[in-house]
């Protein structure tokens, strides 16, 4: 009896033993076969699923969208758990397309010498990828560059990805906890953008001192990969057309009449989007340069309280001061030979760091520390018509 005991334990193991290999062996070309998601989540806020949002645009993928990851070869820890989760975030996108969605993972430096490592390096910067230095010094002082980035393919077009998204303030493992967070968006943006073969216009409103184009060349040159841009002057039109998706008014500086804020306001009324770029105060870094130092910040009279109150805000007159700020240089004197200005950091309480106070909130969500300049405050009001979506929307 004890030999047969013996016998059946040993069977049991073999068994056991066998299924794990059967597990191992047969399911991940069955999940790939019926395209389904080879992990679940089983955690409460459905940190690892899709969002459905991501999941319907998948499911109009109507062809093969080819994803190069430049993350293979020896990698440190951390970027061997980012490549990692890259991988399990394609095999679930790849889940949802029905099969459209192909990937590998490649070594951009693999069997390259040094000049041919340089060619191959300033190609991927052409591209649009930035590199990643990495200093290692277990061994002795050793420096090597990677791309945490990828490129996305799509009938004849390609569009440049990074997923390691370094922020302000954030150290390396924060700054990777990020990145991860981030990358269902960051690849699921591509996607979606690499896909439309027409975009959308955005106008940027004129007539009233807005920022001039040369003002708005950074944050124009990132739209420009959604929208087509242009400027419209309000005030020689009768009305803003609905071919914008959305309206931008960036800084202005001189009164809207009642004719303009109607204008406007018809434009929302019929389902337009505004997104409003204010400064109530006049305030500038250049106003400082006086014998004293000193300059008292005006109001400036757009007179967009009622249109803005109408749409449940309101922008104070006011400046925000904070002890976590930006540093500004000062000169404070002459060095030693006296042939150059002595520069120091001074804290600008005027230049305040916002960190999110609201990291699950969907429009903050791993967004990091925020350096604004002579910011003002603003409140939401309760109103009958309020409907904060009108006045400040996410430009998707």
Known sequence: MKNNRKYQSILQILLLIAIILFANVAIPPLFNTLRLPKRFD???EGR?????????????????VYVQVFLEGQLPAGFKR????????????????????????????????????????QQLMEKGLQPKNLIETAEGYSEKVIFPAALVFYQGRELPVMLLQEQ?????????????????????????????????????????????????????????????LERYDVTDNLYIP???????????????????????DQYVM???????????????????????????????????DDLLFKYGARINFNLVKDLQCADIQLATGRDPSGNATQLRAFKWPYFPILTNHHPSHPVTKNIG??????????????????????WVSLLQ
């Open 242 to 264: 609905p071919k914008f998706t959305a309206l931008v008014i960036a800084k202005p500086t001189e009164t809207f009449n009642d004719k303009d804020k109607f204008k406007i």
């Open 168 to 228: 302000l303030n954030k150290g390396p493992q924060e700054t990777l906890n990020n990145s991860i967070a981030l990358l269902e968006y960051q690849i699921a943006n591509a996607i979606q953008k690499i896909q439309r073969s027409e975009k959308p216009t955005l106008g940027f409103l004129t007539g009233h001192g807005e920022l001039e184009s040369k003002s708005l060349e950074s944050i124009a040159v990132e739209l420009a990969q959604y929208y087509f």
């Open 48 to 64: 690892f699923s899709l969002t459905p949002a991501t999941k319907n645009m998948l499911s109009e993928v109507d062809d093969v």
């Open 270 to 304: 019929n389902g337009g989007r505004v997104l409003w770029l204010l400064d109530n105060m006049a305030a500038n870094m250049d106003s400082l340069k006086n014998e004293n130092g000193s300059f008292l910040p005006l109001a400036y009279d757009l007179q967009l």
């Open 82 to 121: 980012l490549q990692n989760e890259i991988r399990w975030k394609l095999d679930d996108f790849r889940a949802y397309t029905g099969g459209y969605l192909e990937y590998e993972f490649v070594d951009p430096f693999e069997n390259l010498d040094g000049e041919q490592r340089q060619r191959a390096m």
């Open 369 to 390: 520390a925020v350096l604004g300049r002579f910011a003002g405050s603003i409140d939401t009001i309760t109103t009958k018509n309020a409907n904060i979506q009108n």
């Open 42 to 44: 089983l955690t409460k």
